[in-house]
């Protein structure tokens, strides 16, 4: 049997109320909610800042490209013109040669009483040395037998016969032509390269730059020649990249590597000292 002092204690005990337990649950599902929210609001942040360095990093590779496109561009034309100032001089010079190979051998028949082709002939009816051959001439069959003692390119050998060559369309004959090899091997066209991208180093890189500050990039930048001993250059460009809203602002550089080697004909700049034009 129960006592009446149990009783007493049992009356006034504090009832039991589930809602007091609902209430520290409420502020534990309150506290996971701001951290949750938190957490998200930080991870929104990250991304989106990652995903603006993303695309910032391809518009400054876009930039480089482009002005490692226009600087090779560049190099190019100067370089080919160059070698065709220079085919135009060696064929010249070879003209030159042809010159005084005919007329010493127009001399050497006026000496001997013979016809230019050495053949010798039959005396005249009077009794007199039979008259020398006119010295062969461009467009003369002739004139094409004495360059082939030279020349092996076919196209080439019928267009400076004929007279036909046309500088700006036919330097690249000269170039490959078999007998002027000494003057256009891979040494000496890497040579000429070099010096061409040394002289005209001004004209290469504001192609460079013209076509960062169309690209909205920084004017700061660098070009060297050649990269690894290669006909190649390697040039860095930068953006500078914004964020308003954080406060931020960062320069991303970008590399961009471009060639000038040729397929027709080789290029050696191995030896070469690489050289940098920085603006």
């Given amino acids: 049997m129960r006592t009446k002092a149990a009783d007493r204690t049992s009356k006034n005990a504090a009832p039991f109320h589930p809602r007091g337990l609902l209430g520290d649950q409420r502020g534990s599902m309150s506290i996971v909610a701001f951290c949750t929210l938190g957490f998200v609001i930080i991870g929104s942040i990250f991304l989106f800042y990652f995903?603006?360095?993303?695309?910032?990093?391809?518009?400054?590779?876009?930039?480089?490209?482009?002005?490692?496109?226009?600087?090779?561009?560049?190099?190019?034309?100067?370089?080919?013109?160059?070698?065709?100032?220079?085919?135009?001089?060696?064929?010249?010079?070879?003209?030159?040669?042809?010159?005084?190979?005919?007329?010493?051998?127009?001399?050497?028949?006026?000496?001997?009483?013979?016809?230019?082709?050495?053949?010798?002939?039959?005396?005249?009816?009077?009794?007199?040395?039979?008259?020398?051959?006119?010295?062969?001439?461009?467009?003369?069959?002739?004139?094409?037998?004495?360059?082939?003692?030279?020349?092996?390119?076919?196209?080439?050998?019928?267009?400076?016969?004929?007279?036909?060559?046309?500088?700006?369309k036919d330097w690249l004959l000269v170039v490959k032509e078999p007998y002027f090899h000494g003057k256009f091997s891979a040494q000496a066209n890497g040579d000429l390269l070099y010096d061409i991208f040394n002289r005209h180093a001004g004209d290469i890189s504001y192609a460079a730059r013209l076509a960062i500050e169309q690209n909205h990039g920084k004017p700061e930048g660098s070009l060297t020649f050649p990269d690894d001993g290669k006909p190649k250059f390697v040039l860095e460009a930068a953006r500078t990249m914004k964020i308003d809203k954080v406060g931020l602002e960062r320069d991303i550089k970008a590399r961009s590597a471009a060639g000038v080697s040729s397929k027709d004909f080789d290029i050696d700049v191995g030896s070469k000292p690489p050289r940098t034009i920085s603006w």
């Fill in 51 to 168: 995903f603006t360095a993303f695309i910032e990093k391809r518009q400054a590779q876009n930039i480089a490209d482009a002005a490692s496109l226009a600087a090779a561009r560049q190099l190019r034309d100067d370089f080919e013109k160059a070698m065709q100032d220079k085919a135009d001089q060696v064929l010249q010079e070879f003209n030159g040669m042809i010159d005084q190979l005919i007329a010493a051998e127009s001399d050497s028949d006026e000496g001997s009483g013979e016809p230019a082709d050495g053949s010798g002939g039959p005396p005249a009816e009077d009794g007199s040395a039979p008259e020398a051959k006119e010295p062969p001439v461009p467009g003369t069959p002739e004139y094409k037998d004495l360059l082939a003692r030279f020349i092996k390119s076919r196209e080439l050998l019928d267009k400076l016969a004929a007279g036909t060559y046309d500088s700006a």
